[in-house]
């Protein structure tokens, strides 16, 4: 075995030794040589001794990411009274326990605790984004110090430490290298880079991108194969994965359209509710001459009644069924609110690496002398063929194919491994996709390992960018040597080149040309030569491949898109949603996924193009553009920034530790279940349990169901409130009795309303619903139709209940089956009501009227069954004062409430004859 390339630290004299002061951000280590890196931090190859270790542990401090202060459960608790319809209802609740009204009190007290636990559950998984990447950091260290090797706990690493590199370990700290012997280190998690990267020694530019910087190793990422030594420049916070921590406790999360317009909501109607019953209180006090008692609990009555208690937990309840619905479909919601933000999604902002593409390498083009394959079938599993002119071939029809896929067999260490129908690779993904594509072609690695033993081999190094093994036939005494690697290395290792009747002199024009051709596809590009030796040959030597080989063609690989990806970007643009890509990777390998999946990819930016742009240009570039490339976290949280100043509802999809400020910070942020890290998971909204991009356009579907349902559970419980304010105002102005006590309008907000609305959470999604555009992020919650709709129901609730109210008075009721009759037509009322709501255009009664009709049907008959309980059972008229009914009561009962749905749907075709065709008809539609 030939020695292979080494290089190693040069120690540090005493005259250029400096304190280690240099942040990452001040110092560019990877545009420093080994030599300078060592001088700056003041040691040498012998490492820190343990007094000087203790003295930078005790500056730098431990090398661990800072928590960020979090809210205790009983902060979490009382945020949750933090809401001006709350204040209102506890001021109440306060009054009228002063008034010695107790179960008055109890029954307002008891709704808004209930309401309080609902939120806390709600909020119920606190957020562990910084734990998950602490999580990250590795443990232990093998660390040079005084001379002699030792394993250190990684929160002891400070700036200056000598750490050693293996197989298997992840990286503790921020390195400057020093040494490297075949290093490869996996971060896809921290750039998004699907490939290990082959590290070296040489400094690079200044302002080389993460991703390119080759002589640095990184906290948290992992060594795939090699070992190295290295200086450590940062630690802690300092690190590259601490500056992500630190931007990921800084992001702000922005508030949810449903949440901002509900907050605003609720300033409205308190304001209006305290003026209302303001007014109430000094006309009854000052015109009707009632006691100030009387007026106070008028008051109460008013501001109970018009305060909709149940809307909070049935909007909880309908986000928390859209949660069911998503987890059905392998979007599992992390918070409640997304459920609803993900219908007004405007902009899709997608990573690369495993969500619009696999995060599996496969061969897709074989060249040979004269001739271009494509190779079918995407990930490890070995399934596909390979085709010529769309035709399919076999390998036995072209030798030279086969021997270029049974020479790059040979030449591979990885192994595949199939688990529950799921292909994965062990070793380098390169090598897993040449293993796949053997067993397209119909050769197995075992058998062909047996007629080929491999007897040498020389490991792959960046320095001299190849692989070469040496093989013996088992049955003769011939043997083959086969080289893999960069085409640039070996075009200049080659004098020949294999034909289809020989070896022939080499033409590198003609390969060059078909390198640049399948670079053009955004594929990787891999060479393999071969040269025939004889069995005595026993050891492989670099004069052995350094000239004289036979080159035998190039390989394209590529981390194929998703197919079902394609498709759901296509549904997405059908809904008026931009998708847009923001990856790590090359420009050119970005257009080119971008363009495979559909994405505009002409124009592209890079990170360094967006440096250039100002904060307040970006806004209009971003866009305009659907490519981003080699971009770093803070381009990611930049643009998804610029896009939300551009009024955009911003969906983050990713799965690395770089992707998580941005999903934080996005509206909706969208983390890989299976392949993601667990930093990204934990900033996310949502985690898609199958890793699919195409889960997302089900999700967008799901939330503008939810978002449809919820308009309709607004449209349904606001009249109740509107009609039960406008009988107290009613009575006070006529100088009449209250038609309905308070304690029986919580029962009809709380019990009967929210039993009734909750039926409409479970409403089928409508037809069309992905084929119109997103709804804007300002529009109000409640549209002009809806603000007519409440009104005119509650106009006839308050006709209906009052009327009949005062025919029973009139006809000698006493006060107590009076209100009893007010109290069920009102709760009928509801019951018809419900029938109508279920579609807020449409004819209750047209196609879809049985179309998920068993949730609103098993409402309607528990509301019914719950009303003859109150009205016939002792404890329940005991509470909330009610007397039984005859049948003729019943009778007109049930006739006043029917109006309702006559009225409700005469409006709705009153309305549809305004419309002027089907455009005008989808505008309603969608200003709803």
Known sequence: MPNCKESGPLSATPQSRTSPSESPESRPWHALSGEEAVAAQGVDRDGLDPSGAAERLATHGPNTLPEAPRRGPLARFLSQFNNVLIYVLLAAGVGTLALRHWADAAVIFGVVIINAIVGFVQEGKAEHALDAIRGMLSHQATVIRGGQRRQVPAEELVPGDIVLLESGDRVPADMRLLETRSLRVQEAALTGESLPVDKSLEPVAEKAD???????????????????????????????????????????????????QMAQFSRWLTGAIVVLALLVFGFGVLVRDYTATEMFLAAVSLAVAAIPEGLPAIMTITLAIGVQRMARRNAIIRRLPAVETL??????????????????????????????????????????????????????????????????????????????????????????????????????????????PRIDVIPFESEHRFMATLHHHSKSDSGTIYVKGAPEKLLSMCSLQAGESGDEPLDADYWHERVDEIAGRGQRVLALAARHTHNGHRNLDFEDVSDGMVLLGLFGLADPPREEAIRAIERCRSAGIRVKMITGDHVNTARAIGESVGLESTRALSGHELDEIDDEVLPREAAKTDVFARASPEHKLRLVKALQTGGQVV?????????????????????????????????????????????????????????????????????????????????????????????????????????????????????????RPPRASHEPLLSGFLIWRIVFVSVILLTGTTGLFLWERGVGTDLETARTVALNTLVLFEAFYLISCRQLHEPAFGPQLLRGAMPSAIAIVTVLLMQLLMTYTTPFQALFDTRALDGAQWLRIVAVAASVLVLVELEKWVMGRHRHGPADASAHAAQS
Not at 386 to 414: F, K, N, W
Not at 721 to 736: H, K, Q, S, T, V
């Open 210 to 260: 993460l991703g390119d910087r080759t002589s640095m190793a990184y906290s948290g990422t992992l060594v795939a194969a090699g070992r190295g030594t290295g200086v450590v420049v940062a630690t802690g916070a300092e690190t590259e994965i601490g500056r992500i921590s630190t931007m990921l406790s800084e992001v702000r999360t922005l508030q949810t359209p449903l949440l901002a």
């Open 343 to 452: 219908g007004s999604v405007s902009v899709i902002c997608t990573d690369k690496t495993g969500t619009l593409t696999r995060n599996e390498m496969t061969v897709q083009s074989i060249a040979t002398a004269g001739r271009l394959f494509d190779v079918s079938g995407i990930g490890y599993a070995p399934e596909g063929e390979i085709r010529l002119r769309d035709e399919p071939v076999g390998t036995h029809d072209y030798p030279l194919l086969e021997q270029m896929v049974r020479g790059a067999l040979l030449c591979s260490d990885a192994v595949l491994r199939e688990v529950d129908g799921d292909w994965t690779v062990e070793g380098d993904p390169t090598e897993g996709a040449i293993i796949a594509l053997a067993g397209k072609a119909g050769l197995d690695g075992e058998a062909e390992a047996a007629v080929w």
């Open 651 to 771: 969906s983050m999809t990713g799965d690395g530790v770089n992707d998580a400020p941005a999903l934080k910070r996005a509206d909706v942020g969208v983390a890989m279940g299976r392949k993601g890290t667990e930093a990204a998971r934990e900033a996310a909204e949502m985690v898609l349990a199958d890793d699919n991009f195409a889960s997302i356009a089900h999700a967008v579907e799901e939330g503008r169901t939810v978002y449809d349902n919820l308009k309709k559970s607004i449209a349904f419980i606001l009249p109740t409130n509107g009609g039960e304010a406008l009988m107290i105002i009613a009575a006070i102005a006529m100088g009449r009795l209250l038609p309905i006590t308070p304690v029986q309008i919580l029962w009809i907000n709380m019990i009967t309303a929210v039993t009734l609305a909750l039926a409409l959470a479970f409403e089928p999604t409508e037809r069309g619903v992905m084929k």
